[in-house]
């Protein structure tokens, strides 16, 4: 499985379309496989992230907010999305790699008095 | 043994930003500048071995710094980022005496391969155990 998780400092951008970097790793069964990747993107632009993704055969994307036509766009692509997920990246790809994340998730290493501001589908 | 020290020249700030602080956390020494003055004062102070240079919207002003760059250092090693459409400028700029070529967005790990093969080292002093 291929999971690519946006990133922001060292937690999950809070924003797909405003993410300008990304990690991209490859696991089964809580397994990475190889190194993970990091990409920097650009521009911030959610058209150009979206033509990484399928370039790049992603099977998970896990992010923060993203907007609803990108995200039926990725369901009808046949990718996995965990949308509207907060806290650490490296926590976040683990759990998706053992197949315990979920949309919406607060993970614990969510820092407090994160509102939740910019997160979720619009 | 010095740190190798990398010019990275976007018009976007967050872009070189980004990247200048992963390179720092591989151990190399590097600035960012924004456009052609920013970058040969940027040249004149840290004196770079390598320029990484991003070739998008306006690839001859790319080209362009990239030989004012290597006028004032005939040494300086070159390489450009290839925005969407700048093959033909790509290419330019390897007649010109670029060192490599690779794709934006930008997969770090390729940049510090191809820092490492450019810089003819096996690794950046201090990367070796900063980050796998």
């Given at each position: 499985m291929k999971i690519l998780v946006t990133v922001q400092d060292h937690n999950i951008a809070p924003r797909f379309d405003q993410t300008t970097e990304v990690l991209i790793a490859t696991g089964e069964a809580g397994l990475l496989q190889g190194q993970v990747r990091t990409i920097i993107l650009p521009h911030r632009s959610a058209e150009e992230l979206s033509d990484l993704i399928v370039k790049e055969g992603i099977d998970c994307l896990v992010c923060g907010g993203i907007e609803d036509s990108f995200y039926r766009f990725f369901k009808w692509k046949k990718i996995r999305v965990y949308d509207s997920v907060i806290g650490a990246h490296a926590e976040a790809l683990q759990l998706a790699l053992t197949g315990r994340l979920r949309p919406g998730m607060v993970l614990p290493s969510a820092r407090a008095g994160v509102d939740g501001g910019g997160y979720g589908r619009r | 043994m010095t740190r190798v020290r990398v010019l990275v020249v976007d018009a976007e700030a967050e872009f070189t930003g980004l990247v200048v602080e992963r390179l720092h956390s591989w151990g190399y020494e590097a600035a960012a500048a924004s456009d052609v003055d920013e970058a040969l004062a940027v040249q004149a102070s840290l004196q770079p071995e390598v320029a990484v240079?991003?070739?998008?919207?306006?690839?001859?002003?790319?080209?362009?710094?990239?030989?004012?760059?290597?006028?004032?250092?005939?040494?300086?090693?070159?390489?450009?980022?290839?925005?969407?459409?700048?093959?033909?400028?790509?290419?330019?700029?390897?007649?010109?005496?670029?060192?490599?070529?690779?794709?934006?967005?930008?997969?770090?790990?390729?940049?510090?391969?191809?820092?490492?093969?450019?810089?003819?080292?096996?690794?950046?002093?201090?990367?070796?155990?900063?980050?796998?």
């Open positions: - | 240079i991003s070739v998008q919207e306006r690839p001859a002003r790319a080209l362009e710094l990239m030989g004012l760059l290597q006028a004032a250092d005939p040494a300086l090693k070159v390489i450009l980022l290839l925005g969407r459409g700048a093959a033909g400028a790509g290419v330019r700029g390897m007649e010109m005496g670029a060192s490599d070529c690779l794709p934006l967005p930008l997969d770090l790990g390729v940049l510090i391969d191809s820092l490492r093969k450019v810089c003819g080292r096996s690794q950046s002093i201090a990367s070796e155990e900063a980050e796998p």
